[in-house]
């Protein structure tokens, strides 16, 4: 089974933005650890990261097809305003799961606004890193 992780705007800075809210770890760390972990499971993680809407747009719909079971997904702040990314997200009948490595919910007010969660499954937000295992996990069980 295979999941794809798509991360979005500024998260190829992780590491170096906001330690303090993000942690110290790259998302090459991070994707490491989610692969390793994922294959421990039995499910393979193929990982994309843009900056660009559009590109991301285009990440959901290749979730469309036979080769992913579902998608992780952590659209940064186009959580917060992309119905591009609903829409998209929408359009294919594959359970997404939307991440976030921060509480959202405890942080400014214009993030406690996603525009994606009700086209998800579930919201996993605030766990770190772990905001991604658990949602590999859920996604997992969900299709088997
Ligand atoms: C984030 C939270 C968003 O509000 C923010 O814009 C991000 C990261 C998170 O993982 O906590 O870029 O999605």
Known sequence: ??????????????????????GNRTLNDINADIAAKAKEIGVECE???SNSEGELV?????????????????????????????DAISSVNKPFIEVH??????????RHTS???AVCKGIIAGLGENSYHLAVQAIKEMVE
């Open 101 to 110: 490595m921060s509480n959202v919910h405890s942080r400014e007010e214009f």
């Open 47 to 49: 990982f994309f990261q």
């Open 115 to 117: 525009v994606i969660s």
């Open 58 to 86: 285009s990440a959901v719909h290749s979730v469309l097809g036979d080769e992913y079971a579902g998608c992780v997904i952590n659209a940064g702040a186009y959580t917060h305003y992309s119905y591009a990314l609903h």
């Open 1 to 22: 089974m295979k999941i794809l992780v798509i991360n979005g705007p500024n998260l190829n800075l992780l590491g170096v933005r906001e330690p303090e809210i993000y």
